[in-house]
Nanobody
Framework: QVQLVESGGGLVQTGGSLRLSCAAS????????MAWYRQAPGKQRELVAG???????NYADSVKGRFTISRDSAKFTVSLQMNSLKPEDTAVYYC?????????????WGQGTQVTVSS
């Protein structure tokens, strides 16, 4: 079992920055992906950024050049540095870890942290 604890959300003005962090504890080994998703009111949850255990990253087009995902593989933490924030970035942000083992895939989610960008 894996537990995820998020921190770093809050209220910021347009153009400001926030850094989200997620600490994972439990059994994490092999191939995994750590990611951030977000869900705005009335919208579906969407992938913001992900980082593979091999180090490759991917981003939603809407955040490319503004957000940076990083991880500490020794501590199993993943962070999301968010710069040049826009009101449309307002959402609940969720940390996600997917562990891929032979014949199975396990998904884990954090409780979510609110990010509000005021105009």
């Amino acid at each position: 079992q894996v537990q995820l604890v998020e921190s770093g959300g809050g209220l910021v003005q347009t153009g400001g920055s926030l850094r989200l962090s997620c600490a994972a504890s439990g059994s994490i080994s092999g191939i995994y992906v750590m990611a951030w998703y977000r869900q705005a009111p009335g919208k579906q949850r969407e992938l913001v950024a992900g980082i593979h255990s091999g180090g490759s990253t991917n981003y939603a087009d809407s955040v490319k050049g503004r957000f940076t995902i990083s991880r500490d593989s020794a501590k199993f933490t993943v962070s999301l540095q968010m710069n040049s924030l826009k009101p449309e970035d307002t959402a609940v942000y969720y940390c996600n870890v997917v562990i891929i083992r032979p014949g199975r895939r396990d998904d884990y989610w954090g409780q979510g942290t609110q990010v509000t960008v005021s105009s």
